[in-house]
């Protein structure tokens, strides 16, 4: 499918905790820790809270730790006696440094593995240089909004751009942030190990071309992803491109078609058209914009699309794409998604690929273990321990981040990655995915977490509650107004029978900040009812999210029981509503005659203990 793989479908049960075992192992903690969810933590800018002294003595106290794992082996060779590490980690992107420093806290001996860089995908190639150039293209759209300037009182002159300036502010960006995450590993201990890892057997791995193995009682795979490029289409690097290559920036094309619509083909039409390209969108689906929730999908259509220098084709694959060539010009080939009859040729500068991301995980030696992918993705359960091609888990062996396609972020890949390192330190540990927000960096930005409105109301119907919908204008806000961006909406999809948050969904200034608090309520349990109590600065954009819980209405559960009782009933025999709807009012006829009743006996019982209290009376006055 060649729009922008969106998230995946998770499973609709929403754990009430992530700790769902209290471990009975020494030196398991004895309260919930406090997981960091961000994909770079603060180690990464040169902050430690803990020294290497303290890692030292930590790890002594971990060295006699005994722990036991359940599961069979494949039987693929032996394991070591002896281990070099406690925890090697083979791919130090975001994910696999989440858990690196994690383990360090926890006291484990820690190794990485990277045949690449340090920093993976997001810092090198995605998230980091990414923001460099989405914060470019909201400068720009902000100097060259005349009408906006004009209503804040400010005159500005034309505003240009250096193309090259822009390209090193990314790459300087992605270079630092690199530099960071490797200093923070090395200060804390952490061994980085270079060249490929290869799984040899269980708890063994080669590291690069020589013939050095390495063993470590547990082990994570953090290997990432790579741009997912369909076939036909042939790639340059130059005038046909991946995301990888536009982050170079090295030509801002007149025309550029960019094949999907998701979250990193909405990016890239904002930066190529602050900078002057035109853009044509070419989308599989049937509508721009899939995995978003559809009503925040047709505002940001309205608002980031329609405006701008912006066209779309939507029901069409891109069947063949030719780079440029000999003075001829990027030849693209649509046909029918359905039909797959031709639709369609476009002749355009450049085209970018942004179908979504595949998994790295060829060569990893996963055979040596007996484990099978599945179309490329390493299968885990919801601990991440690997599964082995006979569905057995594989003992001391885990898959986090884009390699097990759960949720394709790098900070649910640190999370994940923290949460297995809380398994092999004692305590067992799920992770909440549907807590886990996204967000993508246009202007304005948009942000999710947990349940679109349709994925919802399916999980209700399969469930047997009601969900209420809230929703809150940024036009509304006093913050927003002074920036003179009311342009926004943000959503509440809750249960108003218990005041539970099944999701909430954003767009507007600022939106990639705001969803935390919703994300935080999400994955602590808090309930609408405790929200409405929560205070907010005022003036502030968090009071989007305040009048928002503070305009879901709750329900009492009989009202909600007696709803979903009709509506079953009347669901169950379709041919039978008008039967029923005289049954209903004849129950209603029978409630209110009942009730006459009962006030009738009230009165009665009433008159008698008057008449009973005035003989009294009439009594005790003749005793005088």
């Known amino acids: 499918m060649q729009a922008s793989l969106s998230l995946p479908t998770l499973s609709p049960t929403i754990p009430r905790s992530n700790y769902v075992v209290q471990s009975t192992l020494p030196l398991a903690p004895s309260k919930p820790i406090n997981l960091r969810f961000c994909g770079l933590r603060r180690e990464a800018f040169g902050f430690s809270s803990l020294g290497q002294s303290d890692s ?31 925890l090697l980690i083979i791919g130090a992107g975001v994910g696999g440094h989440g858990a690196a420093l994690h383990a360090v806290e926890k006291g484990l001996k820690t190794a990485i593995v990277e045949g690449d860089v340090v920093g993976g995908t997001c ?8 923001k460099a150039l989405l914060a470019v293209s909201g400068r720009m759209r902000e100097l060259q909004n005349e009408h906006h300037l004009k209503a804040l009182g400010l005159q500005v002159s034309a505003a240009g751009y250096d193309r090259q300036g822009v390209a090193d502010h990314a790459n300087n960006l992605a270079s630092k942030i ?37 063993t470590a009682k547990n082990i994570i795979i953090a290997t990432g992803s790579v741009p997912f490029v369909p076939k036909g289409i042939e790639v340059d690097g130059k005038t046909v491109i991946t995301s990888d290559h536009a982050l170079k920036l090295e030509s801002v094309p007149d025309w550029i078609a960019i094949v999907g619509s998701g979250y990193i083909g909405l990016e890239f039409s904002d930066v190529y058209t602050a ?16 995995g978003f929730d559809p009503e925040i999908g047709k505002l940001a259509q309205r608002v ?20 440029a060539k000999d003075g001829k010009p990027v030849i693209i080939e649509l046909i029918d998604a359905k039909t797959k009859e031709p639709r369609d040729t476009l002749e355009v500068d450049a085209a970018l690929i942004a179908t979504g991301r595949a998994p790295f995980t060829h060569g990893l030696g996963l055979e040596n273990i007996d484990v099978a992918t599945q179309r490329g993705f390493i299968p885990v359960d919801e601990r991440m321990r690997v599964i082995d091609a006979n569905g057995k888990l594989v003992p001391h062996l885990f898959c986090i981040g884009d390699a097990n396609g759960k949720m394709m972020l790098a900070h649910a890949a640190s999370a994940q990655g923290i949460s297995v390192v809380e398994q092999v330190t004692g305590r067992d540990h799920v992770l909440n995915h549907l ?22 109301r399916e999980m209700a119907k399969k469930e047997g509650f009601e969900v209420n919908i809230a929703k809150t204008s940024f036009k509304a806000n006093t913050k927003a107004l002074a920036e003179n961006e009311g342009e926004g909406l943000a959503k509440l999809i809750y249960r108003p029978d218990n005041g539970e948050i099944l999701g909430v969904h954003i767009f507007g200034l600022h939106a990639a900040d705001l969803i935390h608090e919703a994300s935080n309520a999400i994955a602590l349990g808090t309930r609408i009812q405790d929200l409405k109590l929560a205070v907010h600065a005022h003036p502030t954009l968090s009071e989007v999210l305040d009048e928002l819980f503070k ?7 009989s009202q909600i029981t007696w709803k ?3 509506k079953d009933r009347r669901d169950q025999h379709p041919e039978k509503r008008g039967d029923l709807w005289e049954s209903t009012v004849v129950e209603i006829r029978s409630f209110v005659k009942g009730l006459e009743e009962i006030l009738i006996c009230l009165m009665v019982i009433t008159w008698r203990l008057y008449e009973l209290i005035a003989i009294n009376i009439g009594n005790l006055f003749k005793g005088f």
Do not use: W
């Open 551 to 557: 305009s879901a209405k709750e329900v009492s559960k």
């Open 304 to 323: 980031l699309i329609n405006p701008r220098r912006i066209d779309y084709q939507t029901g069409v694959f891109a069947s063949k794409i030719t780079p």
């Open 123 to 130: 810092v090198n190639r995605g998230c980091v240089p990414s």
């Open 178 to 214: 690199r530099s960071s995450l490797t200093n923070s590993m090395k200060s804390l201990g952490v061994d980085i190990l270079t060249g490929f890892g290869t799984i040899l057997g269980p708890q063994k791995v080669k590291v690069g071309a020589s013939d050095k193995v390495v």
């Open 275 to 290: 900078l002057g390209s035109e853009v044509t969108f070419i989308e599989a689906l049937d509508q721009l914009m899939p």
């Open 435 to 456: 807590s886990i927000p996204a967000a993508c960096f246009t202007h304005p930005e948009i942000s999710m977490v947990g349940l679109t409105e349709p994925q919802a």
């Open 564 to 566: 979903i009782t009709r």
């Open 56 to 86: 030292h003595r930590v790890r002594l106290a971990a060295a006699s730790r005994s722990k036991k794992v359940s599961a069979a082996l494949s039987g693929n060779g032996s394991a070591p006696k002896s281990f070099d590490y406690d």
